[in-house]
């Protein structure tokens, strides 16, 4: 009975490390991806509750968030980066004209082919996919990257968060005048579109006034605070940032942004007043393009060594490129960014902020009937809030990406280490480490000899 009553008691203890360890695991999962249950919760808080974080709802989130929380990232960012390593990034103009010209460009051109299929395909005709989800789809693709997330999401996943603040302030300032006439120009002209074309240009004079005043207020000013009190204050705020732990704050504060992005979603009623078709037609699509999207900046950024040699052996090095000034060569040859540039631009260029989208669609539509307006929204607010979740499981990816390459680096230079002091073992006595190895042996073998 004791034999058996101790056999219990080990089973029991060998379970229990068992179930601790599970559920260590359970727990570990859970604290690594606490953004991504953050994000779900904002969802539900949203869906339940949108009357509390919308625009004009309970704790006035156009200011509170939108300035407030947005100014906090900002500031504990400047806080937090090297003037030089901004000053570096400034003039940065293959970095510039990659971000830019995918978010501006690239990302509307393949936007327009998709709708001019689905247009082909019936989509519209037959009443599958409502116009306005199309128009909105438009608007999506032309306007800028977005403020907050994708500076959280650079940082979070390693990445140079330095290039992805210059590449906002950029992209919001350019594309804020620019997005207007290139949803002009990529708008369809079909007679399904004939209701819901947009107004004149001269009824955007107060959406560009409101968009320089969000960025200066919330972008803008709080990066140049910060910087002030990075150099007059530097002990005190290496201190705070610390401390406080103001880095992880950061991930709370852009929390509170997808809440008000959630929120603003559920309150229009026009996701449930649109056909459930085109609703799911653009949450699928929105995904699948953001992972479009982002695999086109990495390619960009990071093009294959194969494509790389074959483009500057035949084109870049070729005889009549040789003759242009350094300055065009250079801008010519294709090389691959720095890995932690590579992650600034997938996180900015494959993203589009709700900051110039919706009050850009409520000025260009500004004449039709507000569900009308709420339903050509519908696509910019899914847009962003699924980029918030995809990008998330990209940080998880882009940090591993990163992780592997110092390692991968660390072990070559740990083999390079080894060469060299062979090489220096060898140099010592002027001969080869084989051969000396081959003497010990057999002085060995001898002393053996002369024992026996």
Same mark, same amino acid.
């Given at each position: %009975?004791?034999?058996?009553?101790?056999?219990?008691?080990?089973?029991?203890?060998?379970?229990?490390?068992?179930?601790?360890?599970?559920?260590?695991?359970?727990?570990?999962?859970?604290?690594?991806? !606490?953004?991504?249950?953050?994000?779900?919760?904002?969802?539900?808080?949203?869906?339940?509750?949108?009357?509390?974080?919308?625009?004009?709802?309970?704790?006035?989130?156009?200011?509170?968030?939108?300035?407030?929380?947005?100014?906090?990232?900002?500031?504990?960012?400047?806080?937090?980066?090297?003037?030089?390593?901004?000053?570096?990034? #400034?003039?940065?103009?293959?970095?510039?004209?990659?971000?830019?010209?995918?978010? *501006?460009?690239?990302?509307?051109?393949?936007?327009?082919?998709?709708?001019?299929?689905?247009?082909?395909?019936?989509?519209? $005709?037959?009443?599958?996919?409502?116009?306005?989800?199309?128009?909105? %789809?438009?608007?999506? $693709?032309?306007?800028?990257?977005?403020?907050? $997330?994708? #500076?959280?999401?650079?940082?979070?996943?390693?990445?140079?968060?330095?290039?992805?603040?210059?590449?906002?302030?950029?992209?919001?300032?350019?594309?804020?005048?620019?997005?207007?006439?290139?949803?002009?120009?990529?708008?369809?002209?079909?007679?399904?579109?004939?209701?819901?074309?947009?107004?004149?240009?001269?009824?955007?004079?107060?959406?560009?006034?409101?968009? %320089?005043?969000?960025?200066?207020?919330?972008?803008?000013?709080?990066? #140049?605070?910060?910087?002030?009190?990075?150099?007059?204050?530097?002990?005190?705020?290496?201190? @705070?940032?610390? @401390?406080?732990?103001?880095?992880?704050?950061?991930?709370?504060?852009? %929390?509170?942004?997808? !809440?008000?992005?959630?929120?603003?979603?559920?309150?229009?009623?026009? *996701?449930?007043?649109?056909?459930?078709?085109?609703?799911?037609?653009?949450?699928?699509?929105?995904?699948?393009?953001?992972? *479009?999207?982002?695999?086109?900046?990495?390619?960009?950024?990071?093009?294959?060594?194969?494509?790389?040699?074959?483009?500057?052996?035949?084109?870049?090095?070729?005889?009549?490129?040789?003759?242009?000034?350094? @300055?065009?060569?250079?801008?010519?040859?294709?090389?691959?960014?720095?890995?932690?540039?590579?992650?600034?631009?997938?996180?900015?260029?494959?993203?589009?902020?709700?900051? #110039?989208?919706?009050?850009?669609?409520?000025?260009?539509?500004?004449?039709?009937?507000?569900?009308?307006?709420?339903?050509?929204?519908?696509?910019?607010?899914?847009?962003?809030?699924?980029?918030?979740?995809?990008?998330?499981?990209?940080?998880?990816?882009?940090?591993?990406?990163?992780?592997? @390459?110092?390692?991968?680096?660390?072990?070559?230079?740990?083999?390079?280490?080894?060469?060299?002091?062979?090489?220096?073992?060898?140099?010592?006595?002027?001969?080869?480490?084989?051969?000396?190895?081959?003497?010990?042996?057999?002085?060995?073998?001898?002393?053996?000899?002369?024992?026996?």
């Amino acid at each position: %009975m004791d034999e058996i009553s101790e056999a219990d008691g080990g089973g029991e203890s060998k379970r229990r490390p068992k179930a601790a360890r599970i559920a260590k695991r359970v727990l570990g999962f859970f604290w690594n991806n !606490w953004l991504v249950l953050g994000f779900g919760l904002a969802c539900v808080l949203g869906y339940f509750f949108p009357n509390v974080a919308a625009r004009g709802g309970i704790i006035r989130s156009e200011y509170s968030i939108l300035y407030g929380a947005i100014g906090l990232i900002f500031l504990i960012n400047g806080m937090q980066l090297s003037p030089a390593k901004l000053k570096e990034h #400034v003039t940065n103009w293959r970095l510039h004209i990659i971000v830019q010209g995918i978010s *501006l460009v690239l990302i509307p051109v393949v936007q327009l082919i998709i709708v001019r299929i689905v247009i082909v395909a019936g989509g519209v $005709s037959s009443g599958t996919i409502d116009p306005s989800i199309l128009v909105g %789809m438009v608007v999506v $693709s032309c306007i800028p990257t977005t403020i907050a $997330s994708n #500076v959280v999401m650079t940082r979070n996943a390693g990445g140079d968060e330095a290039a992805a603040i210059i590449e906002v302030v950029i992209g919001n300032v350019v594309g804020s005048f620019l997005s207007p006439w290139l949803i002009y120009g990529f708008l369809p002209n079909d007679a399904e579109f004939d209701s819901i074309k947009p107004a004149k240009a001269d009824t955007l004079g107060p959406m560009y006034a409101n968009v %320089m005043q969000q960025l200066g207020l919330s972008v803008l000013l709080p990066l #140049v605070v910060g910087q002030t009190l990075r150099w007059t204050l530097p002990k005190q705020v290496a201190w @705070t940032l610390r @401390t406080f732990y103001l880095a992880q704050f950061c991930s709370v504060l852009l %929390m509170l942004v997808a !809440w008000s992005t959630f929120s603003g979603a559920f309150q229009t009623g026009a *996701l449930t007043a649109l056909p459930k078709s085109s609703v799911i037609f653009n949450v699928f699509l929105n995904i699948a393009e953001y992972i *479009l999207f982002t695999a086109i900046c990495y390619w960009i950024a990071s093009p294959p060594k194969v494509l790389t040699r074959l483009v500057n052996d035949h084109f870049a090095g070729s005889r009549l490129v040789s003759y242009l000034p350094g @300055t065009i060569k250079r801008a010519l040859t294709v090389r691959r960014m720095p890995k932690e540039l590579v992650v600034a631009v997938c996180f900015c260029g494959a993203a589009k902020t709700t900051s #110039v989208g919706i009050p850009l669609a409520a000025s260009m539509w500004s004449q039709l009937d507000n569900f009308t307006i709420s339903s050509i929204q519908v696509p910019v607010l899914l847009y962003t809030v699924e980029q918030v979740f995809v990008a998330q499981f990209f940080t998880i990816f882009f940090k591993w990406w990163l992780q592997r @390459t110092d390692k991968e680096e660390l072990d070559a230079e740990s083999a390079t280490t080894g060469d060299q002091r062979q090489i220096l073992d060898e140099q010592d006595d002027g001969q080869p480490l084989s051969d000396r190895r081959n003497e010990n042996e057999k002085n060995v073998s001898g002393m053996a000899v002369g024992l026996q």
